[in-house]
């Protein structure tokens, strides 16, 4: 079995030093046997999505997916959605909604902030949050990518936007 260990970047934070952290390398073993290549994925973020796959076990697939089937931002780690009426706008190559990033951060990140525009920082805690919410939803796969924009509570209410996951899935 072929694995790859590489040197990930890890950024230590504290309230308010954004940027002027000191950063660290630890070593992340990746299996490149069992994903050599996740279909829909650019190169430049084959290793991202297979290292935080095997952190969390969810499978980077999906979230390449939701990432590759996006409308206006696909594969733009610097997308800007537009405001919305409540100030608070999607940001980053993953969309976090700016209203709930000191939540993810707190959840996610033992509390500390990350920049959901830097791909690295905003990958790891989107799988989180996408392992968090399977878990939740008792393993249906359908509702947990229906989460990941309605949230785990809306989809429990309204049940899961379908033209939403038939997009993210292929299904048109």
Known sequence: MKKVILLCLVIPFSIGSIGSSTAQYEPVEIDVQKHPNIPGVPGRYQWLFQACEGETGFPAEIVGKLVGNAENWSWNPKAKGPKRK??????????????YVPEFAYRYNDGKPYDPMDPIQAAIITFKILADNYRQLNGDMTMTIASY????????????????????????
Request: hydrophobic share 25%; glycine share 16%.
């Open 149 to 172: 924009r309605q949230g785990v509570s809306g989809v429990k209410k309204n049940g899961p936007t379908m033209w939403y996951v038939n997009r993210i899935l292929g299904e048109q």
């Open 86 to 99: 409540d100030g608070h706008r999607d940001l980053g190559l993953f969309q976090h909604n700016s209203k």
